[in-house]
């Protein structure tokens, strides 16, 4: 072989080539080390510049004045316009959309009210808003809602802070969730806030502290998008993890703790309300399967002036498919958008067969109460229909469980349908027995207005009282929290 110097005298140009080539290496790898310097150096800087935060700060924009980029992608949150076929951030009355869930939850506060979740920065004003606030509830339905919730609970006390009547801290808690649910303000590492996942991670002999970086980029979002219910008198979050956190091993903690979130007003059947199990759900998908956290897919990375960092629109990845979707997938975005659609079509039509069973059911179980029936011949009855709710509410409930999860969607839908029909068929057998004409008449409930009629409730009264409510108590605590914040302004600016 001959020599690269030999080359050289033959062809004196491979020489200039060689040499250019060199000094264009030499530039590119300069340029290179110049920008890793020049990122690091801003990086250090962003850190020397860094206003100290306490504990257990609440205010969003304190954060914002530490990390600028962050916190402008994170107001968009108020952003309500996008809208997919199934979901997105827009307002929408799902009791309008489907009034069939009136009746599926006749004796609960969901049939008063049942908003379609907005982004984030509404969940103080959506909860102050719902009609479902003036039952009374203790103050663990603020758990998940506000930054203020952590700081209150180091200053009362974790139970204490539980068993409060929501009105009593409504003054308390005002600022929207954001930066400190998830953060730590000395580190800016990912933290968990909230004791009732550590606590619940803790019962199957799991250490929050031993999570990776990429699962903690999904536990955060699990100490609130998950299954929970309020234990015992003091009303303390729990998460029902005990025996698994399948549908039927929740449902298994639920049945060998005898609870119930209410009893069904027209079937008497004692219903467990699903909240919202995303992480549930999640966890049964092929993207967590894969290593894919929460944050990969609804907040991904983005760049701004140079800098890569986190965007903080925590949205639906359909909103922003470049970012979410193709930095993993490479096909076209309409080709992407059709497989999510896909998927979710089918889990909708399912979702309608089980709801449409149920309301059958439950009409149908009141007509043998009506006529006489006996609750040793609708125990077995009433157990169906518990089960077939439960796993209908669990697919329902979540925030994207159809694509989360397609196949175990499918599944438990299908169980459903399968566990409403056989109480259905029991149901046909008691009132084949006391001669009852078939098929019985259901009620018209084609519209929200008349579902709510049906079952009872005095809908402009419900509207009125909460007019007073928001018109009167609401102001008085958004004062006393505004006189909270300037001493705690203060506080900080010395």
């Known amino acids: ?220 979002c699990a100490q609130c998008h998950v299954e929970y219910y309020f234990k015992g008198e003091n009303k303390y979050l729990t998460f029902p993890w005990d025996k698994g956190s399948s549908v039927e091993d929740i449902e298994r903690y639920y049945d060998s703790v005898s609870h119930t979130d209410f009893v069904h007003t027209l079937s008497k059947t004692p219903v467990i309300k699903a909240q919202h199990p995303d992480f549930e759900m999640f966890k049964m998908g092929v993207h967590s399967e894969r290593g894919v956290a929460c944050a990969d897919c609804h907040m991904p990375y983005k760049s701004e002036g140079g800098v890569k960092f986190t965007d903080h629109q925590i949205q639906s990845p359909l909103n922003n498919i470049e970012n979410a979707c193709q930095v993993c997938h490479r096909e076209s975005e309409a080709s992407l958008m059709k497989n999510v659609f896909d998927r979710q079509d089918k889990v909708e039509e399912l979702m309608k067969l089980a709801m449409n069973s149920l309301f059958k059911a439950h009409i149908e179980a009141k007509t043998a109460w009506d006529n006489g029936a006996s609750e040793s011949e609708m125990k077995q009855v009433l157990s169906l229909i518990r089960s077939a709710q439960w796993r209908w509410d669990f697919v329902a409930a979540g925030h994207g469980s159809s694509f989360h999860a397609p196949l175990e969607s ?54 009125e009282d909460k007019k007073t409510f928001l018109e009167s108590v609401v102001p008085v605590w958004d004062k006393k929290s505004e006189e909270r914040h300037d001493k705690m302004k203060e506080s900080y600016t010395n």
């Open 1 to 220: 072989m001959k020599k690269i110097k030999d080359i050289i005298k033959e062809k004196p140009y491979v020489g200039w080539v060689l040499f250019i080539l060199t000094i264009v290496i030499v530039f590119l790898a300069g340029l290179f080390g110049s920008s890793i310097i020049e990122r690091r150096t801003e990086a250090n800087m962003i850190l020397q510049n860094i206003k100290p935060l306490s504990e257990w700060e609440p205010r969003n924009e304190v954060w914002g004045e530490n990390f600028p980029r962050q916190y402008q992608s994170y107001i968009k949150t108020l952003d309500t316009t996008f809208k997919s076929k199934h979901a997105g951030s827009q307002k929408v009355d799902m009791l309008e959309k489907y009034p069939e869930l009136v009746i599926l939850w006749a004796g609960y506060a969901f049939s008063r009210d049942y908003n379609q979740g907005r982004g984030h920065y509404y969940a103080i004003k959506d909860l102050r808003n719902t009609l479902r606030s003036d039952v009374p509830q203790p103050s663990t339905c603020y758990a998940c809602k506000s930054t203020d919730v952590p700081r209150v609970m180091n200053e009362l006390g974790v139970e204490e802070f539980y068993k409060k009547p929501f009105k009593e801290l409504g003054h308390e808690i005002a600022n929207p969730i954001g930066c400190q649910d998830c953060h730590n303000p000395k580190s800016m590492n990912l933290r968990i806030t909230r004791p009732a996942l550590i606590e619940a991670l803790a019962r199957q002999g799991k250490d929050i502290n031993d999570a990776t970086h990429q699962e903690m980029r999904s536990l955060v």
């Open 410 to 463: 499918a599944r438990i839908l299908g169980t459903s349908i399968q566990k409403s029909e056989e109480a259905r068929i029991k149901l046909t057998e008691i009132l084949i027995k006391r001669n009852i004409p078939l098929p019985i008449v259901y009620p018209d409930v084609s519209t929200k207005e008349k579902a709510q009629a049906y079952i009872g409730l005095d809908m402009k009264k419900l509207n």
